[in-house]
């Protein structure tokens, strides 16, 4: 009975060991966005004021601005089906995120300082999401898929190709005022100075808000991979952040360099084995070869010398003697 128990006990904590081990290796949501396309000299600046050059598969963590510049562009995934378009000559900083039910709930919040933001939602968001886009003039909400925000050369408007979006208009102080409109599919609202108006979008703002919808980059499934190895091998998934992640970025990098350099070198090893053993296989061919080659040349010899001492026997045996006929 004792020893049942024992073994009972045994299995109770291999069983909770490992939960406990699974739950520390449960992936967190990652808390930012991801760069998913870059062109052009384009900066991030985090919330501690670093700046950094734009790459892509870059995080962008709450707080942290871009500014990209003047032929820049850069697409962000906030999650799977939510990307964003920062245009040239913006700053966008990313004032909110959080990301909760696998992607199911986000609630995020942009503020456009200057310049243009294209935003494209294929992912439906349930009631406890918002998405917003806050200009120093007006606040967008997300109701629609496709729709631009700008604010730059005295235009302050939302250009919507798909859906619906909501905007309102703010005061002096950045604080609501109560007048807003829904925006709808091919219209764009514009901010007067006491009100929003709608209006038809032109040839060209439809050409643009088409063009951006079909080259937007979102993440490939390879990038998605890496990111959740990366984020996986964060050992303290509440402590997921810029330095974290980097940390465990660098750290994949060189494991896996010294992997490459692990399969190079046994490559590099097999090559030497398999030129040895051709060399030895050349060598051994090329002495086979003499050997047939002497051997035959040898055959060959004693088959001419053979002939020819029956030639000349031949020969001395049908010699005439000319002695014997001399007169006697």
Known sequence: ??????????????????????????????????????????????????????????????????????????????????IIRIKQNSELKLSEILIEDNGNIIKTKLDLKSGKVFTKTTKKLNGESSFVIATPTFVAGVRGTEFIVEESGGKEQTL??????????????????????????????????????????????????KEDSQTISSLTEDAKNRIQEIIRGVDDQKQINRETLEEQMLKNSTELNDLKDKNEQLLNEQKEKNQQLINETTD??????????????????????????ELDEMRNKNKIDKSQFAPK
């Open 1 to 82: 009975m004792k020893h049942i128990l024992f073994i009972l006990c045994t299995i109770f904590l291999f069983v909770l060991n490992t939960n406990c081990k699974d739950k520390k290796k449960e992936v967190t949501h990652l808390q930012a966005g991801v760069v998913t396309f870059n062109k052009g000299d384009n900066k991030l600046v985090s919330k501690e004021g670093k700046e950094q050059k734009i790459q892509r598969e870059m995080f962008f963590f709450k707080e942290d601005t871009i500014r990209t510049g003047k032929d820049g562009i850069v697409d962000i995934q906030i999650v799977d089906g939510v």
């Open 160 to 209: 919507v190709s798909d859906g619906a979006v909501n905007i309102e208009k703010l005061d002096e102080n950045g604080k609501p005022t109560g007048k807003e409109m829904v925006i709808e599919k091919g219209k764009k609202g514009l901010i007067e100075k006491d009100s929003v108006q709608s209006q038809d979008l032109s040839p060209d703002e439809l050409a643009e808000l």
């Open 284 to 309: 051994k061919t090329n002495l086979d070869k003499t050997q047939i080659q002497d051997t035959t040349k040898a055959a060959t010899e004693e088959v001419k010398n053979k002939a020819t001492n």
